[in-house]
């Protein structure tokens, strides 16, 4: 059974960091692109950053720009999101998906889905 699992959101301070995981099981992530997405309530949900299956190609949305940084472990089988000087802002579900090779920025183009993590970012 192919499946990704998020992990590593919680409660943070404005200007605080996390860092999220995404790790898979059931296939080796070194072929696919995993994006990050993103989802507040009532609205839709975005694609915040990406990563090619080789690495060649990373995406970063202009919110999340200098302060996300996305990179893979494949001798571990995960993706990270590394997040700093978060703001009330980035509050929201993030969400890891998962498409072979290529970053696409639309979520009906990533075949697979984690269940996603709460980041929540108040004093």
């Known amino acids: 059974q192919l499946q990704l699992v998020e992990s590593g959101g919680g409660l943070v301070q404005p200007g605080g960091s996390l860092r999220l995981s995404c790790a898979a099981s059931?296939?080796?992530?070194?072929?696919?692109?995993i994006g990050w997405f993103r989802q507040v309530p009532g609205k839709e949900r975005k694609r915040i950053s990406c990563?090619?299956?080789?690495?060649?190609?990373?995406y970063y949305g202009d919110s999340v720009k200098g302060r996300f940084t996305i990179s893979r472990d494949n001798a571990k089988n995960t993706v990270y999101l590394q997040i700093n000087s978060l703001k009330p802002g980035d509050t929201a579900v993030y969400y890891c998906?998962?498409?072979?090779?290529?970053?696409?920025?639309?979520?009906?183009?990533?075949?697979?889905w984690g269940q996603g993590t709460q980041v929540t970012v108040s004093s």
């Open positions: 059931g296939f080796t992530l070194d072929e696919y692109a």
């Open positions: 998906a998962g498409r072979l090779n290529y970053c696409k920025p639309d979520v009906s183009q990533y075949d697979y």
């Open positions: 990563i090619s299956g080789r690495s060649d190609f990373i």
